[in-house]
């Protein structure tokens, strides 16, 4: 519960406690306004905002976006009253006009600026050249009073009406990002709160247009959805038809982007004339002269690694041909659904980095540290162990990791070694207002199990819950779906929206229909993986944040477990702890191209799901589960909805296919026959 401390107490520190059940003593923050982080609550209270200032910078320069936002935490740590327009994804005022608090729209964010620049003490000045020193100026900035500013913004904020004062200057300071995160370790994360701990990237690439660059061709495209490698094979490519200019670009696409299954590419070989001119393996130091442009696309860690590109993104190589070259041909070693396309007009390079602001509000407002740690490089790994040794178990890391999926499951996988779990919250906006709203009450509507027959029971759950940025994002454009509620869906979501976001969360009570049912995402209270938290204190952190599943009705959690990148069985000590800290009538476990039920323990039942990312995708397993089935005895079945390319729509028609011996069913209901169909006790 949350509950009031006197102004005298906040002055004096009550913001302390490190984490869920940490002592006060041992929190190094100092005083943070109107901040207020009993003991045994997982993410602080800010003060109620009662009326907001708004500035929208969703096309503002990267260093005007880095300003406001450390305004922002400056500002909102006293009260909540600057709201910035960061992202337009489920509309610009959605969420500010569901918080149902007056604001004022500036049609000039430096309106913003001009109001509230009083209330900071000076500025901090990052170096271009490490972009990393944007983090190390974000930290210090929380604990100077101070906004950042690159060297440009700088010279404004110095000159008249300004004349605010450079506080620290990191120009020259850092070789590099080690350098910059080790002078940040050892001389500012002993001032900084212990709490939470913040990781962001530095920087990001700058939003471009869509789609194929009209000088490029497609030359080869895998027409079928492949997902396992069956296509993995050798292609050589004729390009001599592009040569006559300088260079030529070769594009790796995603072919089905609505999925998340784009190419993986392993080798590459290039000869001009039967010559080698390139050969390399991606991820390595020869991949480098010839990447011009990686559009976000990641590397698989170890070896053997390969670069993908999903969900629409992309990459290029660039090939420079001897003059006089008359034949050019590449040999792919590349697998999955991929889309080949050639050029040699150099495109728009979309490698172009710029800041960001999201969530820094909240690191500056909570006076955290702020990094950007690569857990697959040793010597990053090792800071950043260090620093997950200094903090106590159950402690919230915010923000995302780097190197996409193959950085989520080692990092993921690290932090949880140390008993820290993830709020993934990079591309979250405005968490200092948000934090500062109110919980709202909902009254249980439970609905009765339908009675028990020999049917296929299927219970649809939409993935990403964990992620807070998703909670704000995508997951509202899914909600405001016009099908939603026409079939039953399980939605995952995140039970600390509770402290963090309580507007969102009531949003989403608020308007559930007796067909929606929100559970929690992986794997209980924040994302983590239960075998390699230590045994010693997964009970007990389990047991400590049981309220907040409680009190959000998320009772039902979808859990993630990973070993070394590989999905792996819950022991029957994890299990235990489930259902006897979580109360559990039953767990769905993990992402597998395979769906079944077993029985852990003799009394808890979990249902492994089976991920789809089209309707069609759902239909061909449904099918295919119909066709195994002896018709005796039920079936369960539970499908895994990737929340990036499905819809309650897509969902509503994969269901209006099936025939009636299929019934669709919401967790709760779904477990409850489970367990009465294998004989275990009610709960």
């Known amino acids: ?41 997982a993410l602080p209270t800010f003060a109620e905002p009662k009326h907001l200032d708004v500035a929208d910078v969703y096309d503002a320069p990267g260093d005007d976006k880095l ?60 170096d271009p050249e490490v972009p990393d020193s944007i983090n190390v100026a974000t930290t210090l900035a929380g604990l100077k009073n101070a906004v950042v500013a690159g060297p440009e913004l700088a010279e404004r904020l110095q000159a008249a009406p300004y004349d605010l004062d450079i506080i620290e200057d990191l120009r020259g300071k850092f070789e590099d990002r080690m350098d910059a995160y080790t002078w940040q370790y050892e001389n500012l994360w002993s001032q900084t709160t212990h709490r939470m701990l913040i990781g962001l990237s530095p920087d990001t690439s700058v939003r471009i247009p869509p789609g194929l660059p009209a000088s490029f061709e497609t030359i080869l495209e895998e027409p079928t959805q492949e997902r396992d490698a069956a296509n993995r094979n050798s292609y050589e490519i004729d390009l001599s038809t592009f040569l006559g200019q300088e260079s030529v670009y070769l594009r790796f696409d995603d072919a089905f982007p609505q999925d998340g299954w784009g190419p993986a590419v392993h080798q590459v070989t290039v000869e001009a004339d039967g010559q080698v001119i390139a050969q390399f393996v991606p991820g390595t130091p020869e991949e480098e002269p010839f990447l011009y442009d990686r559009q976000n696309s990641q590397v698989s860690s170890g070896s053997g690694g390969h670069r993908f590109a999903d969900n629409g993104r992309y990459f290029t190589y660039e ?20 889309k080949v396309s050639a050029g040699n007009i150099r495109p728009p390079s979309s490698e172009r980095k710029e800041p960001y602001g999201y969530l820094r509000d909240y ?66 906006s405005n968490l200092t207002v948000f934090s500062g709203t109110k919980i709202q009450p909902v009254a249980a509507n439970p609905t009765k199990a339908p009675a028990l027959e020999n049917k296929i029971y299927v219970t ?67 994302y983590f993986y239960p075998t390699p ?118 969902v509503a028609a994969l269901t209006s296919s099936l025939g009636p011996e299929y019934e669709v069913v919401r967790a709760d209901h779904y477990f409850s026959l489970i367990r009465e169909a294998y004989g275990l006790p009610k709960k």
């Open 1 to 41: 519960m949350i509950r009031k401390l006197t102004t005298t107490c906040v002055a004096l520190l009550c913001t302390a406690s490190m984490s869920l059940g940490a002592s006060a003593a041992t929190d190094p923050t100092p005083s943070n306004g109107s901040v207020i982080w009993p003991k045994g609550q």
């Open 533 to 650: 938290w230590p045994d010693e204190t997964f009970p007990g952190f389990l047991k400590d944040t049981y309220s907040y599943l409680k009190k959000t009705g998320m009772t039902i959690p979808y859990v993630l477990n990973r070993v070394n990148g590989e999905n792996v069985p819950l022991s029957e000590s994890e299990a235990a702890a489930y259902e006897e800290e979580y109360k559990v009538p039953g767990l769905f476990l993990s992402w597998e191209n395979r769906h079944g039920v077993e029985v852990l323990n003799g009394t808890l039942p979990v249902s492994t799901i089976q991920g789809i990312s089209t309707a069609q995708d759902g239909k061909n397993i449904l099918d295919e589960a119909k066709a195994d089935w002896d018709g005796q005895s039920p079936l369960f079945v539970s499908l895994g909805l990737l929340a990036w390319s499905m819809t309650p729509t897509d």
């Open 363 to 428: 690191a500056v407002a909570n006076q955290a540290m702020v990094f950007w740690l690569e857990s697959n490089v040793p010597e990053e790994k090792a800071l950043l162990e260090n620093i997950l040794s200094d903090v106590e178990p159950g402690t919230p890391y915010l923000g995302w990791f780097s190197n996409d999926v193959a950085g989520e499951f080692s990092s993921v996988e690290i932090v949880s070694n140390y008993g820290v779990y993830v709020l993934a919250a990079d591309w979250f």
């Open 319 to 338: 090939f420079t041909p001897p003059s006089g070259t008359t034949t050019l041909t590449a040999t792919v070693d590349m697998w999955n659904q991929f």
């Open 460 to 526: 649809y759950t939409f993935s990403e819950g964990d992620n807070f940025q998703y909670n704000q994002h995508r997951m509202r454009i899914l909600w405001d779906d016009p099908a939603r509620g026409e079939v039953p869906i399980n939605w995952t979501s995140s039970p600390l929206l509770h402290d963090g976001a309580p507007a969102i969360l009531n949003y989403f009570r608020e308007t559930a229909t007796d067909n929606d049912l929100i559970i929690a995402g992986p794997s209980g209270a924040g």
């Open 67 to 126: 300003l406001l936002a450390t305004l922002q935490g400056i500002v909102n740590r006293t009260e909540p009253r600057v709201y910035l327009i960061e992202n337009v994804e489920e509309g610009r005022t959605t969420w500010l006009n569901d918080l149902q608090v007056p604001y004022r729209m500036h049609d000039d964010y430096w309106a913003v600026v001009d109001k509230y620049i009083d209330e900071v003490q000076g500025m901090v000045v990052y």
